[in-house]
């Protein structure tokens, strides 16, 4: 079976490698791992170019992490914390998720990723989440990641992903609670995952459902009702040695 065509937005940033310093389009590696071992071939999708043309010859499609966008994309003016606004990526990327979402194509969501969801189905953000929240566990300092629990929402697809994993390895990446309510028994897993944000969802776009809080409340995933597979997460799972979310994104693509 050929494997599932899988674009992953990424960045442009300057880059230094062998003798040259210039400008590159730049993806960590893990997006790129995960999709391949999950059975999917991974093409990385800079932003240039019309990106409504790239759907017919893709599988699914990976929201990456980044910079900030542009606060004028939902209609307020920027907060002083907000910082590395790549405006050509954000052009691309809303116009992308857009027209995927009209499509049906299966999405996941990263990080900036679910900003990108949120803003493009009229939403708002959290411009600087220590403001809300009162701490910088989301981000404690550059180029490293904060490891929190986020707690799923029993019956959605971020749980019935993420919680069959944890209940996988019970004890290594979170717990998993059992309840019965009204004559039915619902699964509830609270995971550990790794953060690197400053920005979150405010008010929620169109069709949105909140499926993860960490324990201050702040929205750590989202899915979109009636959508195949839209979902979007504000932590990182790319950086975790495995990547339920990605595999099970493949996996809906191959399908």
Known sequence: MSRPVIGVTCYIEPARFTVWETAAALLPYGYVDHVVRAGGQPVILPPAGDPAGLLGRLDGLVLAGGGDVDPARY????????????????????????????????????????????????????????DVVGHSGHSPAPGRFGRMPVRLTPGSRAAAILGAATAATAGTAGTVETTATAGTVETAATVDVAHYHHQAADRLGDGLAVTARSEDGTVEAVELAGHPFALAVQWHPEADDECALLAALVDRARR
């Open 75 to 130: 209609g307020q003016a920027p907060h002083e914390r907000t910082g590395g606004v790549h405006r050509a990526r954000d052009d691309f990327e809303l116009r992308l998720a857009a027209a995927a979402l009209g499509r049906g194509l299966p999405l996941l969501g990263i990080c900036r990723g679910l900003q990108v969801l949120n803003t493009v189905l009229g939403g708002t953000l959290h411009q600087h989440l220590p």
